[in-house]
């Protein structure tokens, strides 16, 4: 069940319209210009998940709310039967599966990610708070943190601060998928 970037778009502009918020203020709270953030209310520009995760947060709804349009129900637990992930695309060469989605008030946000090894190519690093582990489960991936660049194989992992300029790639042209566990907010620095 992929999601569009339109309707995403549309329900971002009908939360912040009913929170009483300008364009111009979600666009400075998220650290965007105004024409980038018309782009993401337009369907235009795609919104990076990190920016999901700040919006849903701004406009006190959960990431399934604005992903799906329909609000998550389950508070004890929530089965997720294998490719039964809510699908959502959102950017270029990345397919996100959520493996939570039905499950309200998370903190974490565990992602299957399968990486086209054609559109990736256009992949961009993005930073979003919090803390963020990958775990490769086919393929060879590409991690790009900062200036740093590590290539990972199945079983390998890496977690990290992804307030560091971030993204993954294909490695060999070949489709590539780990596990992300995205954890939402961070402890405090010592």
């Known amino acids: 069940m992929a999601n569009g970037t339109s309707d995403t778009g ?3 502009r009908e939360l912040r319209e009913i929170a009483g918020f300008s364009p111009e203020t979600v666009a400075a ?9 018309a782009g993401y ?3 235009a520009v795609d919104i990076p998940i990190s920016m999901l995760y700040e919006l849903a947060g701004m406009f006190g709804v959960d990431l399934t709310d604005l992903m799906t349009g329909k609000s998550a129900t389950l508070h004890d637990f929530a089965v997720v039967r294998a490719g039964k992930g809510l699908e959502v695309e959102r950017y270029p060469g990345y397919r996100f599966e959520s493996l939570a989605h039905a499950f309200r008030n998370r903190s974490i946000e565990p992602l299957i990610v399968t990486l086209d090894p054609d559109e990736n190519r256009k992949m ?5 708070p919090g803390q963020e ?7 060879t991936v590409r991690v790009i943190l900062g200036t740093e660049t590590v290539d990972l ?21 070949k489709v590539a998928r780990f596990l992300t566990v995205i954890v939402h907010g961070a402890p405090d620095k010592d």
């Open 10 to 12: 549309a329900r971002v």
């Open 29 to 37: 709270r998220l650290g965007v210009s105004p024409a980038e953030y």
């Open 41 to 43: 209310e337009s369907g």
């Open 124 to 128: 961009k690093l993005v930073t979003h």
């Open 133 to 139: 582990f990958n775990l490769v489960l086919e393929g």
């Open 153 to 173: 194989g199945p079983g390998d992992s890496v977690y990290f601060d992804p307030a560091i300029p971030h993204g993954q790639q294909c490695v060999e042209g």
